[in-house]
Structures are given as structure tokens and as C-alpha cells.
């Protein structure tokens, strides 16, 4: 039906045009840090934090965790607590970066592993523990883990 229609006026379309920096966030004019979309950064994700902090409950609950309005809460505040934690960094850079998401990842899992209240995937239990720290190694794979799924969803570096 496309390719029909093209034929027919004979008309290319447009080149597609990929836009350098995120809708909200536009170089700053004379070095000064723009904080404008601040206020929507940090209230745009609450309704996928919420959705996601409701599907990690469910998961959790399916694991054997009691299912409370508490888990839900730390869940949805955890979630919330990335990406404000990202808002900033874009308002400094002037731009969407992977790396933002890393260093997010990277202190989130600092936090939670050295607070008991994350576990870390992929590393064997007794070699963690063998580590002087352990969130050291948590807060690094939890930042490749947040680097690496939004590099693969396409976020600059």
C-alpha cells in the first residue's frame, strides 16, 4: 500500500530526522545549566514506576516474600529513586547518556546490596563474600546491568 502510493505521486518522503538531544532537554545557552524539564523528569516515570514496582512485587511474592503494601512502597520508591537520580545529570551534561543509567544503577546497587536489601545476580555467593565489601561488587553490576539494557534500547553513550 506504501510503495503504491509512492509510485503514484512519484513523491520521496522525507529523510528521517533523528533528533540530537531529548525533547526536554536543549543545550544550555552560555554554559548555564538548564532546569526546565527538571519538574517533568522527575514526574514522568511515576506511573511505569509504579506498573513496574507492582510486577516486582508479584514476582517476589511468587518467590515466597509475603505480599505487603510495604514491598510495594519500597519497590515503587526504589524505581522512582533511578530515575530522579538521572534527572540531574542531564540537566548538567545537556543530554541523554548510557552512562547516566550506569552510574544511577551503579549507586542504587551500592545501597541496596550494602543494606541487605538487594542480592546480586550473577556472582557465586561465596566468592562475594569472600570480597572485604560486597556492595562494591553489587554497585558494578548493577551498573553494567542498567548501562547495558539501555544501550541495547538504543540511549547514546
Avoid at 551503579?106 to 542480592?119: A, E, H, P, Q
Wanted: some cysteine.
Amino acid at each position: 500500500f506504501i510503495f503504491s502510493s509512492l509510485e503514484k505521486n512519484q513523491k520521496t518522503p522525507p529523510p528521517l530526522r533523528i533528533p540530537q538531544f531529548h525533547p526536554r532537554i536543549s543545550p544550555s545557552p552560555k554554559g548555564i545549566m538548564r532546569t526546565d524539564h527538571l519538574l517533568p523528569c522527575i514526574l514522568d516515570p511515576i506511573p511505569s514506576c509504579v506498573v513496574w514496582a507492582g510486577i516486582w512485587t508479584g514476582i517476589g511474592a511468587m518467590q515466597g516474600a509475603p505480599l505487603s503494601i510495604r514491598t510495594f512502597g519500597i519497590n515503587a520508591v526504589g524505581f522512582w529513586t533511578y530515575h530522579a537520580m538521572i534527572c540531574p545529570m542531564e540537566a548538567i551534561h545537556g543530554r541523554r547518556s548510557a552512562l547516566h543509567n550506569a552510574a544511577a544503577g551503579c549507586i542504587m546497587g551500592y545501597i541496596g546490596v550494602s543494606r541487605g536489601m538487594l542480592g546480586v545476580p550473577f556472582i557465586n555467593p561465596h566468592s562475594l563474600y569472600a570480597f572485604r565489601n560486597p556492595a562494591i561488587i553489587g554497585g558494578a553490576v548493577y551498573g553494567v546491568m542498567a548501562g547495558a539494557l539501555v544501550a541495547l534500547g538504543g540511549k547514546p553513550v
